[in-house]
């Protein structure tokens, strides 16, 4: 700090964290609710009710350690719906400073809760990561210090180990420096300014992913070090995050990363960057924390440190004590450490699932989905920071096989019926007054269209594979 050598604070930072982690929650919540009855309502494609019976009748009392969730208590589409609108009131009191404290605990046992009754569409490593750095923000809240160095674990943890696994994977696209020849096409929602990547020099995309490499593998380092050293690094992880933000649809994801950069800075840095009558606004007025609860926040970020080396030791291979892996075992039901790696190995080709309906079995309809390619003539869309959860597994399920997806033959099954509230997740239903007699899934590849096309209207090419589903209907039609 110069001249200055008294120890730095971080009061104003922890309080700007808190305060904007509330508006990471209210995406999250509010995302998930405008979905929540299409995808797990009594009508939905994977129903919250059928779960909790089927796994209450099976475990017994074991099922509250097993997933720790307030729909034990209460599964209709009423408690669904009060959850996440319970969540969303909740983040706005964050935002607002009212009980955060209280606030954050809530908000961490509600994500919780939804993201079990998620099922399979709250499989995705951003609600975990929601999850744990839900929970480290309640420490902070509690106790600065011990909550400000949990981030930047967190926030190590999460960069080094994304380009970790990249290495570990073998694939030889991230070793070859090849990778982004094919992921801005391939990544499952980009934005219109993929399409704009995707046309760089391959020599300069090679330089391109060499960058992101050293931000991910060698940056992660200086979160440890001095503060500008900590800057430096706080600076090039940003600049990752937004060039992956305007090319990449990844919801709240590269917000809540850009997030997790500001406890790299303190106090004095903030106010310099903070017009100056702002600053005495935002300035929080925290009171020393209590021993006791200083005493329980150390040991508790002592146990998240020693369960997030656990995983870390068994991602690059290790084989932990079995003691070190129990103690794992035993919180792990909670999500508050988590193993992160993403992009492992880089998809080279883009499959797309069509869904079609049809009355006859002659003539077929498309259906139109809100964010994922379909029309050929329709550009990407941008959706930050909303999370289309049935678009995201579209993409994953055309890398499966479909019978070993329950998700997909359900979904399908709605079709026919034409529920509504699993229709209203598709931009269009071709048959919006009686529902089609059979539906099927055509298998297409897709790529960018060149220049000439695009300046006529046209973003994509796509050529038929096959069928990926066959026909199906409803027994007794």
């Known amino acids: 700090m110069g001249r200055n050598h008294e120890p730095p604070r971080y009061d104003l930072v922890s309080f700007l964290f808190l305060r904007l982690f509330g508006l990471i929650y209210l995406t999250a919540f509010v995302s998930f609710a405008v979905q929540a009855q299409g995808l797990i309502g009594s009508q939905g494609i994977l129903p919250l009710t059928e779960m909790v019976d089927d796994l209450a009748g099976r475990f017994g009392p074991q099922r509250f350690f097993v997933m720790p969730m307030v729909f034990w208590i209460n599964a209709s589409d009423l408690a669904i719906q009060a959850v996440c ?40 490593q951003w609600d975990t990561f929601l999850l744990e750095a839900g929970f480290v923000a309640l420490l902070m809240s509690l106790a600065t210090t011990p909550g400000v160095w949990l981030a930047r674990w967190l926030l190590f943890r999460f960069m080094f180990m994304s380009g970790v696994v990249k290495l570990l994977s073998g694939d030889p696209n991230w070793w070859n420096l090849s990778a982004l020849n094919y992921h801005f096409l391939t990544q499952p929602l980009p934005t219109p300014l993929a399409w704009y990547a995707a046309q760089l020099p391959p020599g300069l995309l090679k330089v391109a992913t060499g960058g992101a490499f050293f931000v991910e593998l060698v940056l992660p380092f200086l979160i440890f070090c001095p503060r500008r050293l900590r800057f430096f690094s706080a600076f090039g992880i940003l600049l990752l995050q937004s060039c992956i933000l305007i090319t990449g649809n990844y919801n709240w994801f590269n917000l809540q990363t850009m997030l997790l950069c500001l406890p790299l800075f303190d106090d004095a840095a903030m106010r310099k960057i903070l017009p100056r009558r702002l600053t005495p606004l935002l300035q929080a007025r925290n009171q020393a924390p209590r021993r006791a609860v200083t005493v329980v926040v150390n040991a508790l970020a002592l146990l998240i440190v020693f369960c997030s080396l656990v995983q870390m030791d068994e991602r690059f291979g290790g084989n932990p004590p079995v003691v070190a892996q129990a103690v794992d075992g035993l919180i792990e039901p909670l999500h508050i450490v988590s193993a992160y790696g993403l992009f492992a190995v880089m ?13 006859d079995g002659a003539e077929w309809r498309d259906y139109e989905f809100w964010y994922k390619p379909g029309d050929v003539a ?36 709605r ?14 239903n071709p048959f919006p007054d009686k529902p089609p007699i ?15 096309e695009k300046a006529r209207g046209r973003w994509w090419d796509r050529r038929l594979l096959g069928l990926y589903f066959p026909a199906v209907h409803l027994k007794g039609e």
């Open 347 to 359: 998809t080279t080709k883009r499959h797309e699932i069509v869904i079609e309906g049809s009355y």
């Open 415 to 428: 079709l026919l019926e034409n529920e509504p509230t699993v229709t209203a997740l598709l931009e269009r």
């Open 438 to 452: 059979y539906v099927r899934a055509q298998f297409y590849d897709y790529t960018y269209a060149g220049s000439e």
């Open 85 to 124: 609108w319970a969540g969303a009131g909740l983040s706005l009191m964050l935002v607002f400073n009212l009980l955060p404290r209280v606030t954050l605990f809530l908000l961490y046992a509600l994500y919780l809760s939804l993201f079990y009754a998620g099922q399979t569409f709250m499989s995705f």
């Open 378 to 413: 329709r550009p990407p869309r941008w959706n930050i920071p909303h999370q289309p959860r049935l678009d995201w597994q579209m993409w994953f399920a055309a890398l499966d096989d479909p019978r070993r997806l329950r998700w997909f033959s359900r979904f399908l099954e």
